[in-house]
């Protein structure tokens, strides 16, 4: 009697109530997965940034004061 | 034929999960995907159209400075009558030595289909700029509304006397760094949309949100720049390169 119960019990199946579910679970899972995948590749296609550049230039001459001083030093050497 | 036990048929599914599962994550991380086919069916999607110019660069010319220092030198590209023989900026190609250089501002225009997020990126802030760090030395700048010539902004559109920035009018319709418009309700466009701001170090800085595209009236910005140079700031040629870069809004 106990050999036979351990026997029933062994060979018994998963529900198919249960396999139902997974497979809708399944189907549901790989539909987002898809759904995920072409929504991602969509947003990188129409968000590409895009660059340009610009640039600030000046140019700081010898002040005055020092262009008189380099003067002088040149006459002092000079005289 | 012999009957596939419920119990395979739950461990095929579990695996098919699995890779499904498996597969949207690699494929998300990865983003190396450029198109994909269904069925024989090649599907492509036509984007908007993405892509800023920038119109100009500033070139303030050359000069001495000032060498007190209770009295340093600043040049804009919103003034005419700069220190020294710096160039008029009020004008375009208003340069003192050499007529074709221009300092009235970069200004960049959008010339794609959507609005666009600006942010802007210096390879130098002030200290760099300078190589020192002398006292009073800044850089700075602004945004303004609409092209570098003064045209193209929101009071011209809107006409003389309605010169209260509306929300829809502007090209630059959203200060990004702070959520709030960019033109607060009741200002007038006599100066910057954004404060004078302190040129941002390595990072990239968003100067506007929602830049219009070619589709409006208004699809350019100006930014405009003030510099302090230090009294003793050594002669020799000074340059700072900006990266815009746009993104769809």
Same mark, same amino acid.
Do not use: H
């Given at each position: ?27 549901? %899972? ?5 759904? /995920? #995948?072409?929504?991602?590749? &969509?947003? +990188? ?14 140019? %700081? ?5 020092? /262009? #008189?001083?380099?003067?002088? &030093?040149? +006459?002092?050497?000079?005289? | ?249």
């Amino acid at each position: 009697m106990k050999e036979n119960n351990i026997k029933s019990l062994v060979k018994e199946d998963i529900p198919k109530k249960t396999v139902l579910v997974l497979l809708v679970m399944t189907m549901v %899972i790989v539909a987002l997965g898809i759904w /995920t #995948v072409l929504d991602r590749m &969509n947003y +990188n296609q129409i968000n590409p940034k895009t660059s340009a550049g610009g640039e600030i230039k000046i140019k %700081i001459l010898p002040s005055t004061n020092e /262009t #008189v001083t380099t003067q002088q &030093n040149i +006459n002092t050497v000079e005289g | 034929m012999k009957e596939v036990p419920n119990r395979r048929l739950v461990g095929i599914l579990i695996v098919v999960m699995f890779i499904a599962v498996a597969g949207t994550f690699f494929s998300i991380f990865k983003q190396s995907i450029t198109g994909y086919a269904s069925f024989g069916t090649v599907q492509i999607t036509i984007g908007a159209i993405s892509a800023i110019n920038v119109n100009s660069d500033v070139n303030f010319g050359q000069s001495a400075i000032s060498n007190d220092i209770n009295n340093l030198t600043s040049v804009s590209t919103e003034a005419a009558d700069n220190y020294g023989d710096f160039n008029n900026c009020s004008v375009i190609d208003g340069g003192v030595d050499s007529p074709t250089q221009d300092c009235t501002g970069i200004e960049v225009e959008n010339q794609g289909t959507s609005n666009l997020n600006i942010t802007m990126i210096a390879t130098a802030n002030v200290s760099t700029f300078y190589n020192n760090e002398n006292a009073g030395a800044n850089f700075t700048f602004a945004v303004l509304d609409g092209n570098r010539t003064k045209n193209e902004t929101a009071m011209q559109i809107m006409g003389a006397g309605n010169e209260a920035i509306g929300p829809n009018n502007a090209s630059c319709q959203i200060n990004g760094n702070t959520g709030t418009s960019i033109s607060p309700s009741g200002s007038y466009l006599n100066g910057s949309w954004m404060n004078w701001t302190v040129i941002p170090a390595v990072d990239e800085y968003l100067i506007c949100g929602n830049l219009s595209s070619t589709t409006a009236t208004n699809n350019t910005i100006t930014i405009e720049f003030n510099l302090t140079i230090p009294y003793n700031q050594p002669a020799g040629e000074l340059s700072n390169t900006f990266t815009f870069t746009g993104a769809i809004a």
